[in-house]
């Protein structure tokens, strides 16, 4: 199975932009379809991003289309989350998962699953 690690997290005033960084271990990454979700304070966690396991293929919550840039680095065993524009609700703790087929939206989709990074953007 693979282990998750995310990075990058932190504090930013909205406008600014982060990138979140998970590095896989004990599997390569190229075997797994990869997610970002996010998880506010009293809700429910959520879809951001999902990539496939070439990066050729994307899928975006349409609250961070057009800001957020999912991507992957199979030889480096990490996938990416570019965050630009952020604003004040962006503002949750930031998870990547992984699966094996197709590119889910739900989280019970995915099998493994990180420890999360806190992103706080204050106004």
């Known amino acids: 199975q693979v282990q998750l690690v995310e990075s990058g997290g932190g504090s930013v005033q909205a406008g600014g932009s982060l990138r979140l960084s998970c590095a896989a271990s004990?599997?390569?990454?190229?075997?797994?379809?990869m997610g970002w979700f996010r998880q506010a304070p009293g809700k429910e966690r959520e879809f951001v991003a999902t990539?496939?396991?070439?990066?050729?293929?994307?899928d975006y919550a349409d609250s961070v289309k057009g800001r957020f840039t999912i991507s992957r680095d199979n030889p480096k065993n990490t996938a990416y989350l570019q965050m630009n524009s952020l604003t004040p609700e962006d503002t949750a703790v930031y998870y990547c998962?992984?699966?094996?087929?197709?590119?889910?939206?739900?989280?019970?989709?995915?099998?493994?699953w990180g420890q999360g990074t806190q992103v706080t953007v204050s106004s």
């Open positions: 990539i496939n396991r070439s990066g050729a293929s994307t």
């Open positions: 998962a992984a699966t094996f087929l197709g590119l889910p939206r739900g989280t019970s989709a995915y099998k493994y």
């Open positions: 004990g599997r390569t990454l190229s075997t797994y379809v």
